[in-house]
């Protein structure tokens, strides 16, 4: 079954994992989320749905502001071969959502477990998390323990990861 908004929210509230929606404007960038810092409480993300050389499929959640090296992610996540932005097709058909919407509750719709989730470590020691629940006109927010226990719900594993630091000269 593939679930939209209002039945991965029912999803959550069935399974008895606490989570707040807020309803809002459209939000397609980091930057429009921005402009709700104040309403929306917990550490807001930025979500790259990436693949790699072999086909394999990442979700990989960090902070909104965190800088991100798509080389230097390659090793952290056990890529093979270079990593780069999925499809919006590919999106659609594993995750259930358009580009805008791309969020850790999307991972509902893969059933078969076929998406590899890496989230930031530093992420996880925030008090909440912001997640879109399968549209960009709401966010989710939900304890880190709270996200885990929809990850196991979901089947998906959840790997933290250190984002590799910046180097100075821009290389990866």
Same mark, same amino acid.
């Given at each position: 079954m593939q679930h939209d908004p209002d039945s991965l929210l029912d999803l959550?509230? &069935?399974h008895r994992? $606490?989570?707040q929606t807020f309803d809002h404007p459209p939000l397609h960038t980091v930057a429009e989320s921005k402009a709700l810092r104040g309403v929306l409480p917990g550490a807001q993300t930025k979500n790259l749905f990436l693949r790699d050389g072999k086909k394999s499929y990442f979700l990989v959640s960090v902070a909104e502001d965190a800088p991100v090296n798509l080389k230097a992610l390659r090793d952290p996540?056990? $890529?093979r071969g270079s990593l780069s932005f999925a499809s919006a097709e590919a999106l659609y058909e594993m995750l259930g959502v358009l580009p805008g919407s791309v969020s850790l509750l999307a991972l509902a719709n893969d059933t078969a477990q076929l998406v590899n989730v890496a989230i930031d470590r530093t992420l996880m020691r925030a008090d909440a998390i912001?997640?879109? *629940?399968? #549209?960009? #006109? &709401?966010t989710t927010v939900l304890a *880190?323990? !709270?996200? @885990? !226990?929809?990850? @196991?719900?979901t089947g998906h &594993?959840?790997?933290e990861i250190d984002? *590799? !630091?910046p180097r100075a000269d821009g290389q990866a």
């Open positions: 959550l509230v &069935r994992i $606490a989570s996540l056990g $890529a912001g997640c879109h *629940p399968l #549209t960009n #006109t &709401r *880190p323990e !709270a996200l @885990k !226990a929809f990850l @196991k719900l &594993r959840m790997q984002l *590799p !630091a």
